[in-house]
Every structure is written in structure tokens, then in C-alpha cells.
């Protein structure tokens, strides 16, 4: 048997990492300092003026202000989260064991493939929250398949970041949770599933109550549910030719007509434009008031005296956002290729690159096209599924059912939940169903214990 020298084998470990490194540079060349959206500037303007509002994330506002003590603007966030992407990436290559050509394959598949390669390049919470638990499923990959437990003390506070980034992050979180409590009560004994179902729930319940704690550091906290209620208000008023919403949810002489003329289905902000006779602003709808309990008996009504009308705004909504976009939808449903700026925040000089130029023009090539749809990554996910369950018993299999299930639990709600069809709320379930694919397909040499 040929013998492997220490320097291949240093070769062997290290190459993931080179590979890591080059996407990192890459992404740094093609969107420094990261594209910027309104609720990115938003939420920069709240780290800078110290003036919050819980209806962004208090983590990113809170990491924001701590990059902005060492460099101003958007930068110093989009390089961390690209840190956590690559290093995660690459923490997985490491668990699977894999030769020099599959890690470059897995790096190649996850970072490139249409739709995160496109996400990665912004400064958004949900970019955040892919990294971060693209970084926790490194760690606790490589524990799992035999590395130190000392891991998962890099797991730990990434989990936690992306328990928090997201309010509806929980769901994704869960099997992580219980992954985490299995490997960190395993040992030369058989693990008994009420300690890790226990420990999955402190776990839990600590994210979620670092997560409130964070909440309640923000000046003012309002309500998110009135701007979903308004929203499926307005779509089951028109289907029905009745105006249902609330007399306080609109200025005295609207009508349905007029409503019909701006609402898009796509988007709960399309039908803020245009109107003569302007909608009241949900979030000014304060917890406990008679407008919150009129609103909500409202809603409540519209869903149960017209379930036809709800449900078809509903699937109307579900198809536009797992679905091929159309060309004449808004590009940012997509991706936004700017640096929005608010208020008194500083102007932020875009990417000017010849790399970035390009990627740009594939983007605005591809947006319309199945390439930057999240259906194709479902097909993915339920590849990975067969191939998974078939070899189930193997730990690259499991790893991949693992994934599976966050992206199924964080995904399920959004077709009853989601606002608009962005396509950043499904950046974890693409993100996941590749990695899933790519540790189903995993040979026998990932297969530790």
C-alpha cells in the first residue's frame, strides 16, 4: 500500500480552504461592499442613530454597529457573512472527507449555482442566516463524523446568530438543535432521546429568548401581522368587490376599484403607490389597541366567510415566489443591484468592476428564467431526499435528511406568511437542498461512524 506523506496530507487539509479563500476573494471582487437594499440601509441607519425598531432584526443592527466602530458602510457585515458562508463550505468539505475534485465540485455547486451565487452578493439578514447555518452545519459535520466536540463551540454562536436574524428562523433551527444536543451527548453508552429532545429544548428556548431579549433593546416594537392582514384584506376585497378592511385602514372615498388598480399580487408594498385615497400604515397598529382587535376580527372574518378568495390570493402568492419570475415583475423582487441610501447615512460608492459589470448583465439575463426560480431547487431537494432515505444508515445521508428537514420547516409556512415573492426567503431552502444533494452523493469515505 502506498503510504501518504505528511506534506500531501497537509496538502489534502489545507485545499479546502484554499478553495474557501478564492470564493471569498471572488465574491469580494465581484459585489465589495455589498449590494444594499432599503431595509439594509434601514437597518444600517438604526446601528448608526441608535433610533431601533424591532421590525428589523436587533442582531444584525447590533453586529452592525460593532463593524461600524472599525469601518463605516455595509463592508465589514457583508465580509462576515462571506466568512461564514466559505468557512462553513469548507468545514463540510473537511467532515465529508472528500478528494480534491469533489471538495472543488462541492464549492462550485453550493457557492455558484444560480440563486445563492446571486443572494451572496447582498447585505441581507437572510444572506446572514444561510451563512450561519451553512457554518453550523460544518461544524457539527465534522463532529459527526469524528472530529473534537470542541466544534461545536463554533456551532453554538452560529446557530444562536441565526436564531435571531430571522423572526421566523426558529423553525429552520429545530433539527440543528436536535443534532447538536445528539452529538454533544454522545459517548461510548447509547444516547437516550429524552436527554436530547431536552436539551434540543433548552437550546431552543434559549435562542428564542436571546432572540426577544434582542427584540426588547429596540426604542420602539411594533406589530409585523397587521401589514400581512392589510395585505390579504386588500386581495379578498377585490376578489369579492367588497371593501372589507377596516374604516381606520384607509382614507374616507377608496373603493374597490381603485384598490384593484394598484394591488399586485406579488407584493404587499405594490399597493401602497397610486392610491388618491392612501391605506393607513399597519405598523403604526399599536399591541393591545381596539385597532389591533378590530383588525384582526376582520381578517379572521375575511379568511372564514370567503376560504375560496383567501386561498387563491394565497396560491397566487405561492406560485410567484416558488415559480419562474415574470420579465415584467419588479427586478428587485430578485436581487437589487445598488446601494440604497436613507436618510442622513453616507453615500456608499457601488462596485465599479468589470467583474461585477458582467455578473450583472447575467443576472438581468437570467431573473426571468427558471435559473433564478426556487422550484428547481425543490426538484433538488427531493433527489436528494431519495438518494438520502435509500442509503439512510450512512452519516453523509443522514447529514443530508438533516438539512432536508430545517429547509422543509423553515419553508412550509411562507406560502401562508410571506409577504411578497422575494426570492431571499428561500436563499436557506436552496442553499440547503444543494448541500443536501451534495452529502447524499457523498462516497463511503464521509461515512465516519
Same mark, same amino acid.
Given at each position: 500500500?502506498?503510504?501518504?506523506?505528511?506534506?500531501?496530507?497537509?496538502?489534502?487539509?489545507?485545499w479546502?480552504?484554499? @478553495?474557501a479563500?478564492a470564493?471569498?476573494l471572488f465574491?469580494?471582487?465581484?459585489?465589495?461592499?455589498?449590494?444594499?437594499?432599503?431595509?439594509s440601509?434601514?437597518?444600517?441607519w438604526?446601528?448608526?442613530?441608535?433610533?431601533?425598531?424591532?421590525?428589523?432584526p436587533?442582531?444584525?443592527?447590533?453586529v452592525? %454597529?460593532?463593524?461600524e466602530?472599525?469601518?463605516?458602510g455595509?463592508g465589514l457585515?457583508?465580509a462576515?457573512?462571506?466568512t461564514l458562508f466559505?468557512?462553513?463550505?469548507?468545514?463540510?468539505?473537511?467532515?465529508?472527507?472528500?478528494?480534491?475534485a469533489?471538495?472543488a465540485?462541492?464549492?462550485v455547486?453550493?457557492?455558484?449555482?444560480?440563486v445563492?451565487?446571486?443572494?451572496?452578493?447582498?447585505?441581507?439578514t437572510?444572506v446572514?442566516?444561510?451563512?450561519?447555518?451553512?457554518?453550523?452545519?460544518g461544524?457539527?459535520?465534522?463532529v459527526?463524523t469524528?472530529?473534537?466536540?470542541?466544534?461545536l463551540?463554533?456551532a453554538?454562536?452560529?446557530?444562536?446568530y441565526a436564531?435571531?436574524l %430571522?423572526?421566523?428562523?426558529? $423553525?429552520a =433551527?429545530?433539527?440543528?438543535?436536535?443534532?447538536?444536543a445528539?452529538?454533544?451527548?454522545?459517548?461510548?453508552?447509547?444516547?437516550?432521546?429524552?436527554?436530547?429532545?431536552?436539551l434540543?429544548g433548552? @437550546?431552543?428556548?434559549a435562542?428564542l429568548?436571546?432572540s426577544?431579549?434582542?427584540?426588547?433593546?429596540?426604542?420602539?416594537?411594533?406589530l409585523?401581522w397587521?401589514?400581512?392582514a392589510q395585505?390579504?384584506l386588500?386581495a =379578498?376585497?377585490?376578489?369579492?368587490?367588497?371593501?372589507?378592511l377596516p374604516?381606520?385602514?384607509?382614507a374616507?372615498?377608496?373603493?374597490?376599484?381603485?384598490?384593484?388598480?394598484?394591488?399586485?399580487?406579488?407584493?404587499?408594498?405594490?399597493?401602497y403607490s397610486?392610491?388618491q385615497?392612501?391605506?393607513?400604515?399597519?405598523?403604526?397598529?399599536?399591541a393591545?389597541?381596539?385597532?389591533? %382587535?378590530t383588525?384582526?376580527?376582520?381578517? *379572521?372574518?375575511?379568511?372564514?366567510?370567503? $376560504?375560496?378568495?383567501?386561498?387563491?390570493?394565497r396560491?397566487?402568492?405561492?406560485?410567484?415566489?416558488?415559480?419562474?419570475h415574470?420579465?415584467?415583475? $419588479?427586478?428587485?423582487l430578485?436581487y437589487?443591484?445598488?446601494?440604497?441610501?436613507?436618510?442622513?447615512n453616507p453615500?456608499v460608492?457601488?462596485?465599479?468592476?468589470?467583474?461585477h459589470?458582467a455578473?450583472m448583465?447575467?443576472?438581468a439575463?437570467?431573473?426571468a428564467?427558471?435559473?433564478?426560480a426556487?422550484?428547481p431547487y425543490g426538484?433538488?431537494?427531493l433527489?436528494a431526499?431519495v *438518494?438520502?432515505w435509500?442509503?439512510?444508515r450512512?452519516?453523509?445521508?443522514?447529514?443530508?435528511?438533516?438539512?432536508?428537514?430545517?429547509?422543509?420547516?423553515?419553508?412550509?409556512p411562507?406560502?401562508?406568511?410571506?409577504?411578497?415573492?422575494?426570492?431571499?426567503? *428561500?436563499?436557506?431552502p436552496?442553499?440547503?437542498?444543494?448541500l443536501?444533494?451534495?452529502?447524499?452523493?457523498?462516497?463511503?469515505r464521509g461515512?465516519a461512524?
Open positions: 500500500m502506498r503510504e501518504t506523506s505528511p506534506r500531501t496530507t497537509g496538502i489534502a487539509a489545507g479546502p480552504w484554499l @478553495l479563500l470564493g471569498w465574491d469580494a471582487a465581484a459585489y465589495w461592499p455589498g449590494h444594499m437594499s432599503f431595509d440601509a434601514y437597518t444600517w438604526q446601528a448608526r442613530s441608535g433610533q431601533t425598531v424591532d421590525v428589523v436587533q442582531a444584525l443592527v447590533l452592525w %454597529r460593532a463593524c466602530a472599525l469601518h463605516s455595509p457585515v457583508f462576515l457573512h462571506l466559505w468557512s462553513g463550505l469548507a468545514l463540510l468539505a473537511r467532515a465529508l472527507r472528500l478528494r480534491a469533489g471538495t465540485a462541492l464549492m455547486l453550493v457557492a455558484f449555482a444560480p445563492p451565487w446571486l443572494l451572496r452578493g447582498h447585505v441581507w437572510d446572514g442566516l444561510f451563512s450561519a447555518l451553512l457554518l453550523a452545519t461544524a457539527l459535520a465534522c459527526q469524528g472530529a473534537s466536540k470542541r466544534w463551540a463554533l453554538l454562536p452560529a446557530l444562536f436564531a435571531a %430571522r423572526h421566523n428562523a426558529l $423553525p =433551527v429545530l433539527p440543528f438543535a436536535l443534532w447538536f445528539w452529538l454533544a451527548l454522545r459517548g461510548p453508552h447509547a444516547v437516550s432521546r429524552v436527554k436530547v429532545v431536552a434540543a433548552v @437550546l431552543l428556548a435562542m429568548a436571546t426577544q431579549g434582542l427584540s426588547h433593546t429596540a426604542q420602539r416594537r411594533v409585523v397587521p401589514s400581512l395585505f390579504d386588500v =379578498v376585497s377585490i376578489a369579492t368587490d367588497r371593501l372589507l374604516d381606520f385602514m384607509y374616507p372615498g377608496l373603493e374597490v376599484a381603485e384598490l384593484a388598480g394598484t394591488f399586485r399580487p406579488w407584493s404587499n408594498t405594490a399597493m397610486g392610491l385615497h392612501p391605506l393607513y400604515e399597519p405598523f403604526l397598529v399599536e393591545g389597541s381596539e385597532q389591533a %382587535r383588525l384582526r376580527r376582520a381578517w *379572521l372574518d375575511a379568511v372564514l366567510d370567503h $376560504p375560496g378568495a383567501w386561498l387563491a390570493h396560491w397566487t402568492l405561492t406560485r410567484a415566489l416558488f415559480g419562474t415574470a420579465r415584467n415583475w $419588479p427586478r428587485e430578485v437589487v443591484d445598488a446601494e440604497v441610501q436613507y436618510r442622513d453615500p460608492a457601488r462596485n465599479a468592476s468589470a467583474l459589470a455578473l448583465r447575467a443576472a439575463a437570467l431573473v428564467t427558471p435559473l433564478l426556487a422550484w426538484v433538488v431537494a433527489l431526499f *438518494l438520502a435509500r442509503r439512510r450512512e452519516t453523509q445521508a443522514r447529514l443530508a435528511l438533516i438539512l432536508l428537514a430545517s429547509a422543509v420547516l423553515f419553508a412550509a411562507l406560502p401562508l406568511l410571506a409577504p411578497a415573492a422575494e426570492l431571499r426567503y *428561500l436563499g436557506w436552496c442553499v440547503a437542498a444543494l443536501a444533494l451534495a452529502c447524499a452523493l457523498a462516497g463511503p461515512s461512524r
